[in-house]
C-alpha cells in the first residue's frame, strides 16, 4: 500500500466513524475496519490509528482552523461530511505531523475530487491555502 492509498483508507474510516457519531469505542472500531478491509500493513495500521486518534484528540482545534476560513454565512454543519472528513485529515498532517503541506493539500485535493461534490476541491484548496497561510510560527 501506498502511501496516498493508506491516507484514502484512513479517510474511509474517519468518514464511518463521523456518520455513526460514535467516538466511544475507537480501538474497536479501527480493528474492526482494518480486519474487514484485509489492512495487515504495518505502515497503514500505524498511519490510521494516529490519524484517527490523534484527530480525536485535537478535533476542537481542527475545527476552530476550518471555522476560521469558511465565509461569514457558513458554519461547519453545512460542509459536506466528505469535505469536513478531508479537511480534518489534511489540517491534522499539517499542523501535527511532519508532512509537507504541499503533499497534505495535494493529497486532500484527489481525495475531494474522489468522492466530493463538483465544488469540492476549490473549497477545500481554499480552506487548506489559509490555514497554511496564515499559520504562527
Known amino acids: 500500500m501506498n502511501r496516498s492509498e493508506i491516507r484514502e483508507e484512513a479517510f474511509k474510516l474517519m468518514y464511518s466513524i463521523e456518520i455513526q457519531k460514535d467516538t466511544n469505542n475507537l480501538e474497536e472500531q479501527i480493528d474492526l475496519y482494518l480486519e474487514s478491509n484485509d ?15 490523534g484527530i480525536n484528540k485535537n478535533e476542537e482545534k481542527i475545527l ?57 476541491q476549490k473549497f477545500v484548496n481554499g480552506i487548506l491555502a489559509n490555514v497554511v497561510k496564515n499559520r504562527e510560527g
Open 39 to 53: 489492512i495487515t500493513n504495518k505502515n497503514a495500521i500505524e498511519y490510521i490509528k494516529d490519524a484517527v486518534f
Open 64 to 120: 476552530h482552523q476550518i471555522e476560521k476560513y469558511l465565509k461569514s454565512e457558513w458554519r461547519i454543519d453545512r460542509i459536506s461530511k466528505m469535505d469536513l472528513i478531508i479537511l480534518k485529515l489534511a489540517i491534522y498532517e499539517i499542523e501535527y505531523k511532519e508532512i509537507p503541506f504541499k503533499v497534505a493539500i495535494n493529497e486532500a485535493v484527489e481525495l475531494a475530487k474522489k468522492y466530493g461534490e463538483d465544488a469540492s
